[in-house]
């Protein structure tokens, strides 16, 4: 199917975000990290407002602090000098520099800085590494997968370009997709765990960004995968990648330690929960543990129950590209016309989908969703969605208006089966009002 | 400024200096936090509820910024619309000012709003693309204000970014329109945004008193109000220096008398009302104040009689970023609540002064370094609170430590009397809360169990 796009010259109401903020969140889900912006102090401050106001969680960043003169004269200096704090600091496990638009368009050549820093340093048991994420290109979902792929090669080049000496059968590694709450997270672990399957998550925020007491603050991230972990993800036995926009980085694992990857674009609904443990069964050689039939058929039974009003309602789905798939998929299989899919930018998966698919704002969502039954998108959808007289259900991030956001859980049967419910009730309430 | 007493009298101000932007200290790499001038600039204009505000730039400067700050709106939502040109790889090679042409065009044509302000950004500043041309060609061409703001983030702080979102109100709009009636008892509010409606609460107090307000600058303010702003009798410049500026440009240009002044605390709230009656000149509006004050300072008392009993001697941590600290410091003493820390980061050298006047050495006074400071300013202070924006809450959450947030994301008032009840009754309900007691417990479970055997 072809993808569409509105022919607006201005973003009215964006639904996009710039690609930093996604490696910004990638790198929230490594243990003792700290991801720098090199840029002006704006955009950490954006991106730890909104990321916090999202999980409502402390949001480890940093900035390059760049001003006007820096930029023209020497944007390196600001580099090193942000390099020699954090590390002198905190030293953290993780130091993710991430390039803004302004340090792409100043073309500066940050990555050498930062690998003569390294050296000259002689870092050894952490890990410095550096990504270019200009905001002209892409948004969350390319930002964040980016990141995991260049945190990917930096644990690879840690570990030394070996392969590794041994196998371990039982245990597999999980990339999830960024828009993968952490509940989500947690859950899609838990269910591979009750294989009895050992798995090695990167990044990880269902421990860094679920909300926990431990010890207090840190500028650095508390949670999240701790380094060696990640070494240890070259002696699996296979990546399970969650979400197109995780096959590039369990491709480098393939390409460089010969781990096969196996990928599923979405574990939300029926059929993809369904393959899922089913391909679980066959790696783990172990049945399916009795906990899923009961979840199934609590989920068929909820969909029975659901359907009623779920029958001939229309929807506007507007989400990051892997998050509007998956949820485009469950809605199918809930009878839902899809009046339109929106999403921020362009990937390689939405050229393969049967579906058709708009690159958009949220203005295209509300000039489609005139008539139509629910808006899906994230919380800035809140005031266009009346307008076109929808009923609106946040999802995606940021949401700031609903408590737990960052904690339902959408995938498996049972995150299937809460969101069955929860949109269902939605059409309920609205439905019941007349029409 | 308080307005100094000499002889009996006030003194108003004088205009004669502009207050001095001291240099701002160069953020630490590594160790920066707060806003660019951007946000800043952004942060005084979009409660300009009827106008459009369209950003020059790539997605991240509006994408990650925007429905972020709780200005209300009594009316039009116009501003809460996010516009960008939201440029791509092939507009800043080749060039983006046709594409904000027609940006311009297409929100004038379908919106159709009294004006669009037009906000440059790292990326356009550094390719040096001609905003302020293109500004000016548009609004010759479509008569409508098209205006521009040069604030790109990269040349300085948030308060920066105020006060040239100041000088482009001076330049551009104040002075361009005409209120259809004034009175003598016009008073514009300057650097007050509505948020969680407080200028409501502010604008029914002085109503009672007789008085009226000609702009709001900008909190629910509208395009064409804040052009007739030149025809005020006064001036308040509500604890807002980075705005200082504006005010003192407008007594020199339009003789309109100015003073500053803040709605944080009884205390406060009354001072500001007498300052402005007295700045109206007009006796019978002094006397109506003086009465207002008397009254609604005698049932707060009363209304605040149980708070007070369970706040008095409570120790807080206030962490502002600066500007209102000497503000809510008075609000909180009124209270009975201690102040034994202050953050002074962001803060001038008479906001200083201020806060010195109102807590002296009993305090800590925290420059900078946000979090780490914050925490260790509790725990050396042994402070029951902390009491800062949004960005600090879920540090103070982290360290179980009651938190109330008084920056600009949060959704209760606290300007007025009315508002001291609100902040009052938040700080209560905050300290008394039950969880505090449930997460200092560990599991039952937990703990040494015996087993049976
Ligand atoms: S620092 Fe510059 S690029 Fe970043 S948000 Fe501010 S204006 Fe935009």
């Known amino acids: 199917m072809p993808i569409k ?58 900035t390059s602090a760049l001003q006007e003169m820096d930029v023209i004269f020497d944007a390196d200096r600001n580099l090193e000098e942000a390099l020699d704090h954090i590390w002198s600091k ?30 000259e340093r002689a870092l050894k048991d952490s890990l410095l590494f550096s ?40 245990q597999v590694n999980l990339l999830p997709a960024s828009y993968l709450t952490a509940g989500d997270v947690m859950e899609i672990k838990d269910i591979i765990a009750s294989f009895g399957l050992e798995v090695i998550t990167l990044p990880d925020i269902s421990t860094s960004l679920s909300g926990h007491l431990l010890t207090g603050f840190s500028p650095l991230t508390r949670g999240g995968t701790p380094l060696d972990s990640a070494c240890q993800m070259l002696e699996s036995s296979c990546t399970i990648a969650i979400g197109a926009s995780m096959e590039r980085p369990a491709r480098r694992l393939t390409h460089a330690a010969g781990i096969p990857y196996h990928l599923f674009t979405g574990l939300s609904g029926l059929a993809a929960s369904d393959a899922f443990i089913h391909f679980l069964q066959k790696i783990s050689r172990e049945p399916a543990p009795v906990r899923f039939r009961w979840q199934r058929e609590n989920l068929l039974d909820s969909m029975l129950d659901a359907h009623f009003y779920y029958s001939g309602a229309s929807a ?73 007289g929808a009923s609106f259900v946040p999802a995606g991030l940021p949401v700031y208006d609903e408590l737990g956001a960052h904690t339902s859980v959408s995938v498996g049967y049972r995150g299937t089966m809460e969101w069955v419910n929860k949109v269902g009730n939605v059409l309920l309430t609205e439905r019941g009002k007349g029409g | 400024m308080e307005p100094a007493v000499s002889n009996g009298r006030l003194e108003v101000s004088c205009g004669k200096k502009i207050p001095k ?34 950003v020059h730039g790539p997605i991240a400067c509006l994408g990650n910024s925007w429905e972020s700050r ?186 309109i008398p100015y003073f500053e002044g803040s709605f944080y605390g009884a205390k406060e709230t009354s001072y500001s009302l007498r300052q402005m009656a007295y700045l109206t000149g007009d006796r019978d509006v002094e006397r109506r104040v003086d009465k207002l004050a008397a009254r609604e300072e005698m049932r707060l008392s009363l209304e605040l009689e ?107 008032a606290y300007a007025g009397y009315d508002g001291l009840l609100s902040l009052a009754k938040q700080l209560v309900h905050t300290l008394q809360h039950p969880v505090w007691e449930l997460t200092a417990k560990l599991a039952p479970w937990e703990e040494e169990t015996e087993f049976a055997d």
Not at chain 1, 142 to 150: A, D, H, K, R
Not at chain 2, 388 to 401: F, P, S, T
């Open chain 1, 5 to 62: 796009s509105a022919t607006k010259p201005v973003s009215v109401n964006p639904l996009k975000v710039g690609q930093p903020l996604g490696g910004v969140l990638a790198l929230q889900g490594m243990y003792r990290s700290m991801p720098l912006l090199h840029g002006a102090q704006g955009c950490s401050a954006f991106s730890k407002a909104l990321l916090t106001r999202h999980f409502r969680e402390p949001i480890a960043v940093q």
């Open chain 1, 90 to 119: 905190h030293h953290p496990d993780v130091i993710g520099v991430i390039s803004t638009a302004l340090t792409e368009v100043a073309g500066v050549d940050f990555q050498s800085r930062v690998k003569a820093f390294k050296r």
């Open chain 1, 131 to 170: 990504i270019s994420l200009p905001d002209f290109h892409g948004s969350l979902e390319t930002g964040y997968s980016s990141t995991v792929e260049s945190l990917m090669d930096a644990v690879l080049g840690l570990a030394g370009g070996k392969s590794p000496k041994k196998q371990r059968r039982t």
């Open chain 1, 316 to 388: 506007v789905v507007a989400l990051e590209p892997d998050h509007m798939l998956s949820t485009a998929a469950w809605l199918e299989e809930m009878g839902v016309e899809l009046k339109r899919l929106i999403t921020p930018c362009s990937t390689p998966a939405l050229q393969k989908t049967e579906r058709e698919v708009w690159i958009g704002d949220l203005d295209d969502a509300e000039e489609s969703a005139q008539g139509v039954d629910l808006w899906i998108s994230n919380s800035h959808g809140r005031k266009g969605a009346p307008r076109a």
């Open chain 2, 21 to 54: 932007s001291t240099p701002c200290p160069r953020p630490v790499p590594g160790e920066a936090s707060g806003g660019c001038s951007f946000d800043g600039a952004q942060i005084t204009l979009i409660p300009i509820a009827d106008a459009a505000h369209l």
């Open chain 2, 70 to 255: 709780g200005s209300l709106s009594s009316g039009p939502e116009l501003s809460a619309y996010g516009f960008t040109t939201d440029l791509g790889e092939q507009d800043i090679i080749f060039g983006s000012e046709q594409k904000l042409h027609e940006s311009i065009r297409y929100i004038v044509s379908r919106f159709a709003p009294p004006a669009v302000f037009v906000y440059t950004t790292c990326v356009t500043a550094l390719t040096g693309e001609d905003i302020e041309g293109v500004c000016k060609a548009e609004s010759e061409q479509l008569g409508t204000p098209i205006i521009p703001v040069n604030s790109p983030g990269f040349v300085g702080s948030k308060n920066l970014g105020t006060r040239l979102a100041g000088d482009v109100l001076f330049q551009h709009i104040i002075g361009s329109t005409e209120p259809e009636q004034t009175t003598s008892h016009d008073i514009n509010l300057i650097g007050e945004y509505n948020i969680a409606g407080e200028m409501w609460h502010i604008e029914r107090l002085m109503q009672q008193a007789g008085m009226s307000i000609l702009s709001r600058i900008t909190g629910d303010g509208r395009f064409r109000e804040v052009g007739w702003a030149h025809r005020a009798k006064a001036n308040m410049v509500v604890c807002s220096r980075a705005l200082l500026g504006l005010a003192v440009q407008m007594e020199r240009k339009y003789g």
């Open chain 2, 306 to 412: 149980p708070y007070r009993k369970q706040l008095k001697g409570k120790r807080a941590v206030l962490y502002t970023g600066g500007v209102k600290s000497w503000s809510v410091i008075t609000a909180l003493q009124e209270l009975g609540i201690k102040v034994v820390g202050v953050g002074t980061n962001k803060s001038t050298a008479e906001d200083v002064s201020r806060i010195a006047d109102r807590i002296g050495d009993d305090a800590e006074y925290i420059p900078e370094g946000g979090a780490r400071q914050i925490l260790k300013t509790v725990r050396s202070r042994k402070a029951d609170m902390v009491i800062a924006g949004g960005r600090n809450m879920y540090m103070a959450l982290k360290e179980q430590i009651p938190f109330v947030d008084i920056n600009q994301e949060r959704h209760k």
